[in-house]
């Protein structure tokens, strides 16, 4: 993950806020009035949910740059290659499914339709922070990962989940070079799996992932880099000892397992003290664990986090 300094994107432009909260009242109408009342076809993107109990209390980030400010080295290193190449190559997410397997009692290999259940959807909005030291406030759609895995049965042997990005050159150009060991390939240990802020996410701002974002399915994980929030997933694995992940594969010393936000462990080439909010000038002070430590911080007791970063 390289570090862009003058092409960031400035974030003058309206925030999509107050047409987001329109939304939401729109959306309120429920899914049926919603779509009677706009004429919008049973198919449209938008995505009805209810309002999670995380939500982080701060300005969203613009629409606009989410979802063209991204990192999806399967679709260009840069951070605006995606949202550019994506409407070429990534045009079609569905439809779409999932293999579970592994160490558990049900390995399935579901549809997006059989694996989200529209009423699981929640809204969370997540403080989110990437290893580049930039960050973002993301009003996300998503179900709690831990609802999900459940349902598969995961046995006493299942210490790690897995997850494992689509292999498609043809609609993931990125592939076609040797950037990174593809498919990229995630792991969460299992309580952090379970824990209820993890979210498999569908959906953003209230509509449903725009490819360069990891349509249709992806991991979010606030606490962590955002390398860890794996895209486009097709596989879940739940094992008995941890993988090695696409990215500690490629620089190991740069990018650990655990990958907890902390602003005590310096990445070998920058600090990770402070970070950028995306549409803010001055820079502020990274918090342990992104701010969630009264969540997560009993999940490593014990553990050195220097040594497990
Ligand atoms: N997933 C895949 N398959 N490929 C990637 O290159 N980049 C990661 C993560 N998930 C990446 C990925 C990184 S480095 C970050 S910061 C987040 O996606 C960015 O998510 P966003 O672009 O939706 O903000």
């Known amino acids: 993950m390289l570090i862009r300094t003058g092409t960031d994107i400035r974030s003058s432009e309206v925030t999509d806020r107050s047409l987001w909260l329109d939304r939401r009242r729109f959306l309120a ?28 209390d701060e300005p969203l980030t613009p629409m606009k740059d989410v ?6 080295y399967e679709l260009g290193t840069d951070k605006s290659d995606p949202a550019q190449l994506a409407p070429s190559y990534f045009t079609k997410v569905k439809p ?3 293999a579970v397997e ?23 909005i997540y403080r ?17 990962l831990g609802d999900i895995l459940r349902r598969f049965e995961p046995s006493s042997k299942a210490k790690y989940v897995v997850f494992t990005t689509l292999q498609d050159p043809e609609r993931l150009p990125g592939q076609r070079r040797a950037i990174l060991d593809w498919p990229y390939v995630e792991a969460l240990r299992m309580d952090e799996a379970m824990h209820p802020l993890t979210l498999l ?16 399915i992806r991991l979010v994980v606030p606490w962590k880099y955002g390398f860890k929030g794996i895209k486009s997933i097709v596989g879940i694995r739940f094992t008995e000892t941890p993988p090695r992940t696409a990215w500690m594969k490629a620089a190991a010393r740069e990018y650990g397992f655990y990958a907890n ?3 005590a462990v310096d990445h070998p080439r920058w600090s990770q003290a402070s970070e950028r909010r995306i549409g803010e000038f001055l820079k502020r002070k990274t918090l342990p664990f992104n701010g969630y430590a009264e969540q997560v911080a009993s999940l490593y007791s014990g553990m050195d986090l220097a040594v497990n970063y």
């Open 29 to 56: 109408l429920g899914a049926a009035g919603a779509l009677a009342l706009s004429g919008v076809p049973a198919h449209a993107a938008s995505l009805s949910t209810v309002r999670g109990k995380f939500a982080a």
């Open 67 to 72: 979802t063209t400010y991204t990192n999806f």
């Open 96 to 98: 779409w499914s999932v």
């Open 102 to 124: 592994g160490e558990c009692a049900k390995p399935a290999t579901l549809g997006y339709e059989d694996l989200i259940k529209p009423h699981q959807l929640e809204e969370r």
């Open 128 to 144: 989110m922070r990437c290893v580049e030291a930039w960050s973002m406030v993301i009003p996300w759609v998503g179900v709690p």
């Open 201 to 216: 996410a569908v959906g953003l701002y209230g509509e449903e992932l725009l490819p360069q974002n990891g349509a249709p």
């Open 261 to 263: 936000v902390n602003p």
